[in-house]
């Protein structure tokens, strides 16, 4: 037999895809619910993409007070480097919206799109790897997160203490992980 080439669909995934096989069982008030979740998952990742060149690039936006505008540009004020990877171990690194140190002062902006509130702990958890990797003591430094969300800034309240917990949190589970697969080894 010889079978149909698909190569203009080689890395991509469908919506009724097999392997995410829960479609199967939707109504269709559902299925309108997930996918436009999903087209809304997408806008948030190409507004990502925007953003990180708009910012990479210096351009300026509009003051309109619109989430995006203000992510943008408070980044670009601060001299922010966006998508920035934050790394402890194999089992712990992540990706920060926009990041910046300078005389002391780490500064963490968190750009959302949905309509779902934002959780604060990521950020904490991102302040807490850029402790771990660059070797900082979060009762030493001062730390600002904001979360853009809904045509709004939200400063999120922390203590150094928050910080110091996860920290210690990532280390004790990554060390457990690591021992995990040493005995999956053995």
Request: net charge neutral; with cysteine; proline share 3%.
């Amino acid at each position: 037999m010889n079978f149909n080439v698909h190569s203009n669909l080689a890395g991509h995934h469908a919506f009724l895809s097999p392997s995410s096989n829960a479609w199967v069982n939707y109504e269709e008030d559902k299925l309108d619910r997930v996918y436009f979740a999903m087209q809304e998952a997408k806008r948030g990742s190409e507004l990502h993409a925007f953003a990180q060149m708009a910012i990479k690039h210096r351009i300026r936006q509009v003051n309109n007070r619109k989430t995006l505008n203000l992510y943008i540009n408070d980044a670009i004020g601060f001299r922010m480097i966006p998508e920035q990877t934050l790394y402890y171990s194999e089992n712990c690194f992540g990706t920060c919206d926009a990041i910046a140190f300078e005389k002391s002062v780490l500064r963490i902006h968190d750009l959302k799109n949905g309509k779902t509130e934002a959780s604060p702990r990521q950020l904490q958890v991102y302040a807490a790897l850029f402790c771990l990797e660059y070797r900082h003591d979060p009762r030493m430094i001062d730390i600002q997160l904001r979360i853009y969300q809904n045509n709004e800034v939200l400063e999120i309240p922390h203590e150094p203490a928050d910080i110091l917990y996860i920290m210690e949190k990532i280390r004790s589970l990554d060390k457990r992980i690591r021992h995990l697969r040493m005995e999956e080894m053995h």
